[in-house]
Each structure stands twice: as C-alpha cells, then as structure tokens.
C-alpha cells in the first residue's frame, strides 16, 4: 500500500515543471512510427510534441523533464536543451518498459520542485485543448495529492472510468467497462495530471508500473484525495493513423489550439520549400510539407503529405498520410490510406479506408482497383 506523505506550508497556482511520457513505440501508428517516435511524427508542420512543449510553456511551465524510450536518441537532436521554446529540458531514457506510473519514478530525480510543489504530467500521444491553468488551479484549491483532467465522451467502453462525487473527489476507477450496469459515468482519464511532487516518490522505482491500474488505485484505497476536474474542450487521442491525420488537420483549420502551428490557421498549410501546382486543390486542413510536390489537378483533402513526397498530377486524396519521400502516381485514389515513409503507389490505384503501404513497398500501376458497384 502506498504511504500518502502529509502536505505542509501553503501552495500557490503556479506549475514550473512537468513530465512529459514519450516512450510509447506507437504499434497502432505504423508504418508511420517505424523510423519515427510517435511524437516526433509530423502533425500541421512540426513534430507533435512541439505542440505539446509550446502548450506547456504557454503555461508557464519552465523545465520539463521527457520521459523517452523508443528510438530515444531522436529527441535531443531535434529538441536540444529546449532554448528555442524558451524551456529548459531534460531527457532520461528507460532501457526496459517501465510503463506510465514507472516512466514517472524513472525521472524524479530530475526534478526540482519541493515536495509540496506541483508537476504537470502529460502523455505523448494526445491533443487537447486543455486549460492547464485552471487544472493547477483546481489541485491548489482542492488541496489535492493528484489532479486529474477528466474528459466526456459519448462511448467510454474503450477507456478507464473515474466517478467523482458533487465536490469533483475521485471516488473509483473503473477500467473499461463493457455492460450498461458498469457504466456508471462518461468521464474519462484524459491523461494529463498535476502531481505533489511528494507523492511521486511513493511510487515504486526499478519495476513497471501502470499509474492507471496500479498507482491511483492504490492511492486512493490508501486515503489520498484525488481530484478530478472536467474539460470537455477539445480532446484528440493520436493512437491510431485516422485520429493523427484527423488531429493534425484539426490544429491547421484552428479547432485545436497551438501557438506552434507554422502559420496562418485555415483550409491548407504549405511549407516553404514546398511546390504546389496551380490547379491542385488543398482543402480541409492538409498540410503539405517541406520539399514535398503536388502535381497538376491533384485534390488533396483533410490530408498530410510530409517532407520530400510528391503526389503526381490528378491524384485524388482524402483523410490520408502520404509519409516522407514516398510517391502517388498520377490518378490514384487514396481514401483513409497511410503510404509509409519511401513507399511508391504506382499510377491508377485505389486504396481505400484503413488500407496501409509499407516504408519503401513498391506498388505497381493498376494493381489494385474497385470496381464501381462495390
């Protein structure tokens, strides 16, 4: 059981470090994380976590600590010491699976809060519009050892369930619920917390732990107060290719907020060195990336061309990926498709919802159709 330590001195509304979770190898987003961490894929222009690290330092949050495993030697490279985003970071890496309450012990020797201090901690892989701020806000005032963000959903059988009484304390986790007798709330873990610094050193260190089923459960059957505060802004899991094409568009047509976004919000975003033929149509928040080509009478809808790819002249595109270097051939059809980084798809395909090209797969013209009464 966990030991809960007794809060002292007083608290202000204030974060200045977070734990940022950026192992996950991203199974789901594949072919797109095979040579890419899930947070490092691109979404409106920049790597997601760059939305991610300049939501936090909006904040005000001043030196975050990321949390890496999978394909960890990317990050530093690209991220540095965090100067350009007015942050300073640091990075330690786990060499076997820790999980999410595990990944939080591994690192808390960086931090350098007082016990009673506030951390923010955030996974790598959602999108929201969460007001940080008032998440603080509402653990100072609450007086809690965590404080979660909770989000409504329609249909919660797919996530963890966290009841709250009248006061907002979390009184149960309930993990998936399948029949209507166990659904007994829509709120959801959105995973984003605010830990007292103190109690992530309860938090048993050297083995995997799951803070979903093992850290908060224990905690509250140890007399913690958790708090959970509801935020039904926009919210976005990036797990799946729909969902991380569908977040990206989101965040260039505005719907999500980042003052990352490399431009202009509206219907497209094309980077600089990008060329984009006259009569190509991009609508529905695409994004087109550096280097990357579209051809004449291409119409790419809702969709992300990263650096370096070329769509061939009357391509037709919507809600897809079409990763780096990769190529569509003119008059293809691609519906809900993830073409992986270097992979070709010959001229006069048609791919269709959920279909997925492999890194540097060749697919010949013609080779796959649909028939029309299909």
């Not at 890419?36 to 991610?52: C, E, N």
């Not at 931090?111 to 996974?123: A, E, K, Q, T, Y």
């Not at 994004?287 to 009478?297: D, H, K, L, P, T």
Request: proline share 6%; aromatic share 4%.
């Amino acid at each position: 059981m966990y030991e809960v330590p007794t809060p002292a001195g007083s608290r202000d509304d204030t974060v200045t470090e977070a734990i940022l979770l950026v192992g996950g190898k991203g199974t789901r987003l594949r072919p797109l994380t095979v040579h890419t961490p899930k947070p490092m894929v691109p979404a409106a222009g920049v790597p997601f976590l760059t939305h991610q690290l300049a939501r936090a330092r909006a904040a005000g949050v001043e030196h975050i600590v990321l949390a890496t495993s999978y394909l960890a030697e990317v990050f530093e490279p690209y991220f540095g010491d965090g100067s350009s985003l007015g942050l300073h970071l640091e990075y330690v890496t786990e060499h076997e699976p820790l999980g999410t309450g595990g990944a939080i012990r591994n690192v808390a020797s960086r931090l350098r809060s007082g016990p009673d201090d506030p951390v923010l901690i955030f996974n790598g892989d959602i999108l929201t519009g969460l007001d940080i701020r008032a998440l603080v806000g509402t653990h100072t005032a609450s007086g809690a050892d965590v404080s979660l963000h909770l989000t409504r959903v329609d249909d919660p059988r797919a996530f963890g369930l966290v009841p709250t009484d009248e006061d907002g304390r979390v009184t149960a986790f309930l993990e998936k619920p399948q029949t209507p007798e166990e659904i007994v709330t829509d709120q959801i873990n959105a995973g984003a917390y605010v830990f007292r610094r103190s109690v992530i050193d309860t938090i048993p260190r050297g083995r995997p732990v799951s803070v979903e089923r093992e850290t908060f459960p224990d905690l509250l059957a140890a007399g913690a107060h958790l708090h959970g505060m509801v935020d039904s802004t926009y919210w976005l899991d990036l797990g799946t290719p729909q969902a991380f094409v569908r977040g990206s568009a989101d965040l260039v047509l505005g719907r999500a907020p980042s003052p990352a976004v490399p431009g202009r919000c509206g219907d497209r975003l094309v980077l600089p060195t990008a060329r984009i033929a006259a009569d190509a149509k991009l609508t529905g928040g695409t994004v087109v990336g550096e280097g990357a080509r579209v051809g004449e009478g291409a119409r790419i809808d809702g969709s992300t061309v990263l650096d370096g790819a070329v769509v061939e002249q009357g391509a037709v595109i919507t809600d897809s990926l079409i990763g780096a270097g990769a190529r569509v051939g003119a008059r293809t059809v691609l519906t809900g498709a993830v073409v992986g980084d270097g992979a070709v798809v010959g001229a006069d395909n048609e791919l269709r919802e959920g279909v997925r090209v492999w890194c540097d797969v060749e697919l010949p013209a013609g080779a796959v159709r649909f028939s029309s009464d299909e």
